[in-house]
């Protein structure tokens, strides 16, 4: 059974230009978790995901961040524009259910570093 | 407004000898508490949950602590190995909530000399 998966797992991108992070979940997992760890920072949560709802995006910048996640593929972090301060690493998470119900836990994956230069 | 804090960055142990990592809350929502680790490049791994409704959870060498009325959790790790060395991160959610999202405190490096 694979892991979460996520891609790339480096991405480099000059200022302005857009950054999309890609997230494909544990297979039977349908709860979705962004997160962002900026250096010498913990976890910060972004965004939670089902099947093509938003459930809670209140860790998400208002502006130039979107997340989705469809019925068919995987989950995308979106950013535009992206500034140097958007340099990061993002790891997505998966569940089965939501966590803390039934004691779930989440499941990372090994994160996507960005760059912005 | 951080809900879980790691207060120590950092944590040097012998090997062989125990290891504390400690966290504290804010939220008394928070009933469910959980430690990650996380080796560089990677992704973090679970490591141990503890519910509300205990005070200790054991697993191994690891068993996590939890004091409710002091909001304090802590880990411990015993006997530490140099394979120990990684960064731990607790995390809290409260299960009432209708999303149950982890918060994380900022992580303790953690050395584990031979």
């Known amino acids: 059974n694979a892991g979460v998966m996520q891609n790339p797992r480096h991405l480099v991108r000059r200022r302005g230009q857009e950054a999309r992070l890609r997230c494909s979940p544990m297979k039977g997992h349908s709860h979705v978790y962004w997160y962002r760890q900026l250096p010498e920072e913990g976890l910060k949560f972004m965004v939670y995901?089902?099947?093509?709802?938003?459930?809670?995006e209140s860790g998400m910048p208002k502006e130039r961040f979107s997340a989705e996640f469809p019925k068919e593929g995987p989950s995308i972090l979106r950013i535009q524009q992206v500034v140097r301060g958007d340099s990061a690493a993002y790891f997505c998470?998966?569940?089965?259910?939501?966590?803390?119900?039934?004691?779930?836990?989440?499941?990372f994956g090994s994160g996507t570093q960005l760059s912005v230069l | 407004d951080q809900q879980v804090k790691q207060n120590s960055p950092s944590l040097s142990v012998q090997e062989g000898r125990i290891s504390i990592l400690n966290c504290d809350y804010t939220?008394?929502?928070?009933?469910?508490f959980l430690w990650y680790k996380k080796y560089p490049a990677e992704g973090p791994t679970f490591l141990i949950s503890?519910?509300?409704?205990?005070d200790k959870n054991e697993d191994g060498r690891f068993t996590v602590f939890l004091n409710k009325s002091a909001k304090h959790l802590s880990l411990h790790i015993v006997p530490s190995q140099p394979g120990d060395s990684a960064v731990y991160f607790c995390?809290?959610?409260?299960?009432?909530?209708?999303?149950?999202?982890?918060?994380f405190g900022q992580g303790t490096t953690l050395q584990v000399k031979p």
């Open positions: 503890i519910s509300s409704i205990k």
């Open positions: 995901l089902q099947k093509e709802n938003i459930i809670d």
């Open positions: 998470a998966s569940s089965p259910q939501r966590t803390g119900s039934n004691n779930e836990k989440l499941f």
């Open positions: 939220n008394s929502m928070f009933d469910y």
């Open positions: 995390a809290a959610s409260a299960r009432s909530s209708n999303t149950g999202k982890l918060i």
